[in-house]
């Protein structure tokens, strides 16, 4: 779950198109080769890890095209929910779904590789690494995003990025799945004023 | 989305099956934080949980506590010998007074129905009933639910006999209650003495006989004779009442072949239920107990201002 639910779709005008489905797959097949070529070597297989919903399906997506590879060890897929962690959980917004924290292996001194889709406050992740130290200390954690649409408000950065885009405050980016049941492709939104 | 449009959990009987659910499938994913390495989640952080427990309680004193320790609430447990009321103060004054120091939640346990009830008109903190004389104890049927849906698969269409002390039972009225929202059709079974009046009209078919009630019943679920709570004996001796009333594995067969058998604690050994049975294999038991702190966690999120349609800005 992303920090803030998406607005209610009425509300948002599609602005333009970020990256089409060729785009997001090309994206996707680049930071695999990024994530290999800094994680993989060795035998010790990366973890990724994606936030749950759309972080989860992006990481299955990456351990998939990783496995393609051949050469390389297959990754651990695993998968956490940041309800609970979260700095604004009472703080007025719509309460999300509480889904399953999966992670079938340990995470003690692994390489995670924490997986979302868009990164923006990075409060999201700040939650997500919360979860992670419950369960167990990895060697090295990374964040890898589908997209990085700035303003942060917290002092996170990401190791492998799919695609940067300057945004505003009223502006959101919506990543669109087939595992959602939707073409894949990443849109700049605006909010109706 | 989850919402709850309830400030209190007073009892199931207000309860729609949609908030029913809601608490179930969040018992369920705070079921998966026992497993944890770290068995906390920071959620409740800087919220203050009262377990002002008046009347006699192990388990779900220590449910509770831990369910709010598990989320980060601080929880603070009052008891009846240890607490003001013994020195003559009233429920409402000591409530009061806690109220003063600003809890979020208070759980109160209490040999007086209705007395959660009271408490709800008078504080500000969120009031969770724990259990009010022979009137609800909705945490119970909720976690019994929990238990029942995690077996089954479902509860609507579920026989389930609830058999025992039904007159002294907060458990039974609370489970009365849930499993006929939820669809489950529900007999009670107990010596005449022990069965209220008008039970009927709660939609339950009552038998003064135990074997026709576990008759292909897919949970069993047994109470304790709650001495207790009246003065004249309602039945001869707790010989004659076991032998009569008692669950043993004889009287078990006549249930469904993959019958659950439920007990919310504390068990009278040899009296309302066979060791052999607790032992068995259709018992659930301790599973209820586990799946407690799991629901006790889900109702105390939902309460100290995870859920509720005030949510929303």
Sequence with gaps: ?193 | MNSFPHKHLLGTERLSARDLNTVLDLGDRFGEIAKRPIKKVPTLRGKTVVNLFLEASTRTRTSFEIAAKRLSADAINISGASSSTMKGETLVDTARNIDAMSPDVVVLRHAQAGAAHLLSQRIRAAVVNGGDGAHEHPTQALLDCSTIRAHKGRIAGLVVAICGDIAHSRVARSNIFALATLGAKVRVAGPRTLLPVGLSELGVAVYDRIEPALEGADVVMMLRIQKERFGAPLFPNTREYSRYFGLNERRLALAAPDAIVMHPGPINRGVEIDPAVIEGPRAVILDQVARGVAIRMAVLYLLAGGGGESGVE
């Design chain 1, 1 to 193: 779950m992303s920090p803030r639910l998406p607005p209610p779709d009425a509300d948002l005008l599609e602005r333009r198109e970020i990256l089409d489905s060729n785009g997001m797959a090309r994206a996707l097949r680049r930071m695999t080769y990024e994530l290999l070529e800094r994680t993989g070597h060795g035998d010790d297989p990366i973890y990724l890890v994606g936030v749950r919903t759309g972080g989860a399906y992006l990481a299955a997506r990456l351990a998939r095209l990783i496995a393609e590879q051949g050469d390389v060890a297959p990754a651990t897929l695993g998968a956490v929910d940041i309800t609970l962690y979260r700095d604004d959980v009472f703080h007025g917004l719509p309460k999300p779904e509480i889904g399953p924290t999966d992670l079938p292996e340990s995470i003690d001194r692994r390489k995670v590789v924490l997986v979302d889709d868009v990164l923006f406050t990075g409060r999201t992740i700040r939650a997500a690494m919360d979860v992670l130290a419950d369960y167990g200390r990895p060697s090295v954690e990374m964040l890898a995003v589908l997209v990085d649409r700035g303003r942060r408000e917290l002092p996170i950065q990401p190791d492998f990025v799919g695609v940067f885009v300057q945004t505003t405050q009223t502006e959101s980016v919506r990543v669109m799945l087939t595992e959602r049941g939707e073409t894949d492709r990443i849109v700049l939104r605006e909010r109706r004023t």
